[in-house]
Each structure stands twice: as structure tokens, then as C-alpha cells.
């Protein structure tokens, strides 16, 4: 078992110390693990679930081993964490008793308690079933046992907010159960302490419903994982609660008023400023960007854009009928819903535009109308899940999961809808801001029965923000091919002026990001259409497929797409030969096969002329799929490029191979010392490898002789020197 250090240099790993701080379980494929942190909630620590208990100091023994993101053309690998063994972390000192607060050991068993409880609700659900992990994400805000479909389904709906325990689920569950269980306690104490003569008055201030309802709310936060937005929101709506125990004086001029008014943007601004104070490095992590970017547009939006619909039903028809207020006032009261939830969602999305975009680089617009729709089942969900972790078989098991079924029937139904998500090019971010400004400024801009113009025409700056500029291509721009940095794995992207964007292969073994890479090289090419090809389906060449093929649908599909989640339609494939592939102009693609054997030796192979320039792209065939390449008519060199089989491993029909081709250039994407490294120079090939220069790229000229090839070799300084 191996623990990692997110966002933490090496060389600040080894000799670190300091107390641990539990966060949440993890459920791996092997075992059990535990996150936590040493003090500095942004970083994240993974241990086996037995080897340290909170409270205890430890101290890492050994610097670790860096695992590192995909890279992009031109840009160095992230460190994603720092792996440490078992043996690189030391216990010091047991748990301190007295550094914890009062009673947050019990809350902390209590947690435990519940979240033993809902697991053992899943345990009739099917391995691959949605709603498996969504009650312990909802109630304690355990997501290890969220699937990725679960997660990129809430993602590609625009309500991935939904899953992370923040400011809506706290005012959700003040709502339904803190505010009137706070009033009850309060009604049980002022019988309790109202026949004690003089202590009644002082008291009263005391055991009123807003001070117990402020203690359920920080009570809650342990409960919920204790994450930063939980904080802030329990804090904020505490403050809020206490505000009107505090004594206030009014002007002579006004109404004596009972406590002090609560100041939603005083409170905002008190909470960022002690929270940057305690912790200014926090001033980058998305999380808080996003919280305060969010509560501030509703905070300042809502008042202008109102919480009541422009459209007022009439007491009378336009007959002079009274209208009976049996289907009048719920009906009011539902347009007044949907007009708040949409223009929450409105404000919230574009006042945090500038960082969605520059971050995540996709949009969901069905989210605006997703948010609001699923808060009914959201809030049933919730209901039934706290019911069934305070009192176990109260309600069936199927009677529990029932509103998280119709969460994810109702998202799947968005998620059939165009732009689900949409990727959005690229834009300087000056020019993000102010079309988000110029969106948020039109939104409130109008009053009375007009706001709904408001929302038009925040809703359409957006959208023609989006569809500025969305041309799959420069006309200038000239053909390319990138080989992505992703370790042991192969991702290459190919683009021809008048062409579809090709994209051979998708995966890795040892790089995490390989989707997000490979989409952001899409949207650096601002790809419209896309066209798909998969040499076979291991994880190291496909990983990273579904969350591609839900955000760009491909036009052509070939090679091993069958079973693939997110894939539903029929790809060109072959047995073994040679076959054309569709395309749009003067570019010729070939799927070739050796063998048709599963796995490794079944590998398809991309062929790809343009006018002269030739190159092969091939998967990890080395034996009798390989010697099955060989075959008369199915390798046709020589050829400009060529991506050796298999990350350059060695073969006995290499030779064979390369004096078919007869390559001018050989690329290997390989996350380690290439084996064929020593031969390769030995026999005078030129050759690359992503491992030693990170991505390669070539830029094909069709009309000269063999092409024309420039790579971006840039050595990485965590790789060992060659």
C-alpha cells in the first residue's frame, strides 16, 4: 500500500511532520485506506485505513516518488502526488485528547456510526449501479463510492456541485430539519426552565430556537466530513442565527428592533477576509474561488433579479371570474420556485464564468435548469437517507433509494440534451471577465414585470460568447501531429487544414489527467468534429476514452471501441489487412491489423498519408501481430514517421519491422527508459521518446520530399540524463 501527498513539491516531503488530521475513507481495489492532512486541509494524504489515527504526529522518513499529470506540447509534467511506502511514515507520538474540541470524538463515532449504516444500505445494490455511493456522498460527503459514470454523469449535467456537501445541503438540511428540531428544543427548555421565576428572562435569550440552531449547525459539521465549504456555510448560517441575541440599539427615528440585522455581504466579507488571514495560500484553490464567487453573485443578484416570478397570477380572469385559490396559489408558488432556482443558477454560473472556463474549459447549460429541477428529489433523497441513519429499517431499502434513482433518471434525461457538456475554446481571460461582467450587469439591470429580460439577455451574451469563434480550425494553421506526454501510454492527435481531428489511442498506466490533457489539446484546436481510433482496449491506450466520447461525439469510429462506456454505434474494424477509413479531403487514413487474436497481438495500426508525408501509428503488437504486419500488402513503406509497437520493447521481428519502414524518424511514448534506447542509437536511427523530451510534435509538409518534420524536444528536469 503507497500514501500520496497532493500539491507538495518533493522536496518538502521528506522530514515533514506534524499531527494527523482524518478526512475520509478511501475503498481502493485492494483494501482500505484513509485521507487526511497534516494541518493544511489542501493537502491531501492517503494511508492505510490502521496505520495512523488521528491526532497522532507522524514524520515522513524518505523523499517519495513523484507521480505526475499528462503534459501538453511545451509543458513540463504537474505533480499530481507524492507516492510514499509504508515504511517512509513514522508515528512519533499518540493523540493528544486535549487538542481536540469538546464532544468531537463522539461526533466523530457518530460519523462512523452513520456512515456504517448507509453502506450497509448498498449492499444489496449491483457492483455498477448509479445510485451505489450517492447517500454516503449526500449525508456524510463520502464519495469514494461513487462510480466514474456516476460522477462524469453530474459533471456533464452542469451539477457536480450537487455531490460536494457545501452551502446548498446545509441550508437544505436548516430547512427541513435544523430550524424546526432548534424550535422544538427551545419549546422543551422554556417549559423546562419557565417556572424558575427570575432565571426565565435571563434565560430566554439563552435557550431561544436561533442559539441551539446555531449549535446543531456546527454539531453538523463533523457529522458531514468537516470539509472547508461545510464550515463555511454552518458558520455564516450560525452567525446569522445568533445575530438577533445580540443587543442593538435603533435610531431615534426608527422601530425598536429585537437583535441586530443580519448583513448577508458583511458576513461574506468577514468570512473571506479570516479565512485568507488564518490561511493566504488559499486565495488559489478552486473550491474557495468558486464558493465566494457563487455566494457573492446571489447575494448581490438575487435582490435585483428578485425571488417572485415577473409573471403574477390575477385574482380574476380577463372575464372578471374570481379565480379559486385552490389552484391559483400553488400554482404562483410553483412559477415562483422555478423563477428563483432558475435565476440562482443563472447568477451563480455567470459570476463564476472566468474561472470555469480558464479551469475546466466546459459548460453544461442544461445545468441551469438541471440545478433547480433536481432539488426535489435532491431534498427527498436527503429526507430518507437521514431517516434511515437515525433509525435503520423505518423505511425499505428500495423505498430509501428511490429519490436517488429519480436524481439520476432526471440527469440522464438532461443528459440527451446538445452541449452536455460543451467544450469551450479559448479565450485571453480579460476578455472571459468582461463578458461575464457585461452578462451579470444585464441580468439585474431590469426591474418589475422586465426582469425576465434581464435573464434573456444575460443568457444570450453567454451563448454568443460561446459560439464566437468555434471554427474547427484556423484556415492558416497547418497540419499536425502531437504525441502527448501521458507516461506508459499512447494518446496522439492528428490535425490536416479541411480535415476532422484524429485522435489515435487514449490512455495510460502510470499518468493521471490523460482525458483533461487530451481535451485541452482539442480545445487549443478549437475541434468541432472529432474522429476516433483504438488500437486495443488496455487501459494504458484507452483509459481515458468515455469521458472523450461524451464530450465529443465522434464522426468516425475505428478499432477497438466495442464495450466502450459512452459508446453505442458500430466501428469500422477488420480481421486483420488493410482497410481505408473515411475521410473528408485530400487525407488518406489506413487501419491495418496483423493478427485478430484478443488483446496485446490484435493491435490496430493508424496509416496516415498526406499528399507525400506518410507516418504510422501502431499499438503493442511485438509478437505474431506483428509479424502478421509484415505480410505482403498490409506495411507499405518507407515512411517519414513511425511510433514503434509496444513503448519500444523489445521484439524479435523489430528488424524486420524497421527495415520495412525504413523510418526517418521514430517516436516512442514510454514512461520509463526506453529498452530499444542503446540498439536504436547503436544502428544510427534517429529517434524520441516523450519519457527523455516529453511531447513530440511533427508538422507534415505534403509537398516535400518525405515531408518535413520539427519536434518540441524540451528535456524535463525530473528525467535522468541520457
Known amino acids: 500500500m503507497r500514501c500520496g501527498l497532493l500539491n507538495t513539491p518533493s522536496s518538502a516531503v521528506a522530514g515533514s511532520s506534524g499531527r494527523w488530521v482524518s478526512s475520509d475513507r478511501v475503498r481502493p481495489i485492494q483494501g482500505q485506506s484513509q485521507r487526511g492532512n497534516l494541518g493544511h486541509p489542501e493537502d491531501r494524504w492517503q494511508c492505510l485505513l490502521d496505520s495512523v489515527a488521528s491526532g497522532e504526529r507522524v514524520r515522513l522518513l524518505g523523499p517519495g516518488r513523484d507521480l505526475r499529470g499528462a503534459a501538453l506540447p511545451g509543458s513540463e509534467p504537474s505533480i499530481v502526488s507524492v507516492a510514499l511506502g509504508v515504511d517512509e511514515l513514522a508515528r512519533t507520538a499518540p493523540a493528544v485528547p486535549g487538542l481536540e474540541l469538546p464532544g468531537a470524538a463522539s461526533l466523530a463515532r ?3 456510526r452513520i456512515l456504517a449504516r448507509l453502506l450497509a444500505a448498498e449492499d444489496e445494490l449491483g457492483p455498477e449501479d448509479g445510485v451505489r455511493g450517492l447517500l454516503p456522498a449526500l449525508i456524510v460527503g463520502e464519495r469514494t463510492g461513487l ?21 446548498l445541503h446545509v441550508s437544505l438540511l436548516a430547512w427541513w430539519i435544523i430550524w ?3 424550535g422544538w428544543l427551545s419549546r422543551l427548555l422554556t417549559a423546562v426552565t419557565g417556572r424558575r421565576g427570575g432565571h426565565r428572562h435571563r434565560l430566554r435569550r439563552w435557550t431561544g430556537p436561533d442559539p441551539l440552531r446555531a449549535l446543531l449547525l456546527l454539531a453538523l459539521v463533523p457529522i458531514a466530513g468537516g470539509g472547508a465549504p461545510i464550515w463555511r456555510a454552518a458558520i455564516a448560517l450560525a452567525l446569522a442565527a445568533m445575530a438577533t441575541c445580540l443587543p442593538a440599539t435603533a435610531a431615534p427615528d426608527e422601530v425598536p428592533y429585537h437583535g441586530r440585522r443580519v448583513d448577508g455581504l458583511s458576513l461574506w466579507g468577514l468570512a473571506l477576509c479570516l479565512e485568507l488571514l488564518l490561511s493566504p495560500e488559499s486565495i488559489g484553490q478552486l473550491g474557495l474561488q468558486l464558493s465566494y464567487l457563487a455566494t457573492w453573485g446571489l447575494l448581490v443578484g438575487l435582490p435585483a433579479v428578485g425571488t417572485s416570478c415577473p409573471l403574477q397570477l390575477k385574482d380574476t380572469d380577463a372575464l372578471g371570474r374570481a379565480r379559486s385559490a385552490w389552484w391559483r396559489i400553488p400554482a404562483q408558488r410553483a412559477l415562483d420556485g422555478i423563477w428563483l432556482g432558475v435565476a440562482a443558477s443563472m447568477l451563480a454560473v455567470v459570476v463564476t464564468l472566468p474561472v470555469i472556463w480558464t479551469r475546466f474549459g466546459q459548460l453544461a447549460p442544461v445545468g441551469i435548469v438541471a440545478t433547480p429541477l433536481a432539488m426535489l428529489p435532491l431534498m427527498g433523497h436527503l429526507a430518507t437517507g437521514w431517516l434511515h441513519a437515525c433509525a435503520p429499517g423505518i423505511l425499505p431499502l428500495e423505498v430509501v433509494h428511490l429519490p436517488g434513482r429519480a436524481l439520476l433518471a432526471l440527469l440522464e434525461a438532461c443528459d440527451q440534451l446538445p452541449a452536455t457538456p460543451w467544450p469551450l475554446p479559448e479565450r485571453p481571460w480579460p476578455w472571459i471577465v468582461l463578458l461575464a461582467g457585461s452578462a451579470f450587469l444585464g441580468m439585474t439591470r431590469f ?5 425576465w429580460r434581464g435573464l434573456a439577455l444575460g443568457f444570450a451574451l453567454v451563448l454568443g460568447g460561446f459560439l464566437v469563434r468555434t471554427s474547427q480550425a484556423d484556415p492558416d494553421a497547418g497540419a499536425e501531429l502531437v504525441l502527448l506526454d501521458v507516461g506508459h501510454g499512447t494518446a496522439a492527435l492528428l490535425r490536416v487544414p479541411g480535415e476532422d481531428v484524429w485522435l489515435f489511442d487514449a490512455g495510460s498506466k502510470d499518468r493521471v489527467g490523460v482525458a483533461t490533457c487530451v481535451g485541452e489539446q482539442l480545445r487549443r484546436w478549437r475541434t468541432r468534429d472529432l474522429c476516433v481510433v483504438v488500437s486495443h482496449r488496455d487501459r494504458d491506450h484507452s483509459s481515458a476514452l468515455p469521458w472523450i466520447l461524451e464530450r465529443w461525439p465522434p464522426r468516425v469510429a475505428a478499432g477497438a471501441l466495442e464495450g466502450t462506456p459512452g459508446w453505442e454505434g458500430q466501428a469500422i474494424d477488420l480481421r486483420r489487412g488493410r482497410v481505408q477509413l473515411p475521410t473528408r479531403g485530400k487525407l488518406e487514413l489506413f487501419l491495418l491489423r496483423g493478427s485478430d487474436v484478443p488483446g ?3 493491435s490496430r495500426c493508424l496509416e496516415i498519408r498526406w499528399g507525400t508525408w506518410r507516418a504510422l501509428l501502431t499499438g503493442d ?3 505474431d501481430g506483428l509479424a502478421g504486419l509484415l505480410e505482403p500488402g498490409i506495411i507499405e513503406g518507407p515512411y517519414d514517421l513511425v511510433l514503434l509497437p509496444h513503448h519500444g520493447s523489445e521484439s ?3 528488424d524486420a519491422f524497421l527495415q520495412r519502414c525504413r523510418p526517418k524518424e521514430i517516436w516512442i511514448s514510454c514512461g520509463s527508459p526506453a529498452a530499444l534506447g542503446p540498439e536504436l542509437d547503436r544502428q544510427g536511427w534517429q529517434w524520441s521518446s516523450t519519457y527523455r523530451s516529453g511531447a513530440l510534435v511533427a508538422h507534415p509538409q505534403p509537398g516535400r520530399p518525405h515531408g518535413g518534420l520539427s519536434l518540441v524536444v524540451k528535456r524535463s528536469p ?3 540524463g541520457w
Do not use: I, K, M
Open 110 to 112: 457518530l460519523r462512523e
Open 147 to 167: 462510480s466514474a459514470a456516476t460522477r462524469d454523469l453530474f459533471t456533464r449535467t452542469g451539477t457536480r456541485h450537487l455531490l460536494a456537501l457545501s452551502g
Open 180 to 182: 424546526p428540531l432548534g
Open 447 to 451: 426591474r418589475g414585470a422586465d426582469r
Open 600 to 602: 496485446n497481438e490484435g
Open 621 to 623: 503488437a511485438e509478437q
Open 652 to 654: 524479435p521481428h523489430l
Open 718 to 720: 525530473w528525467v535522468p
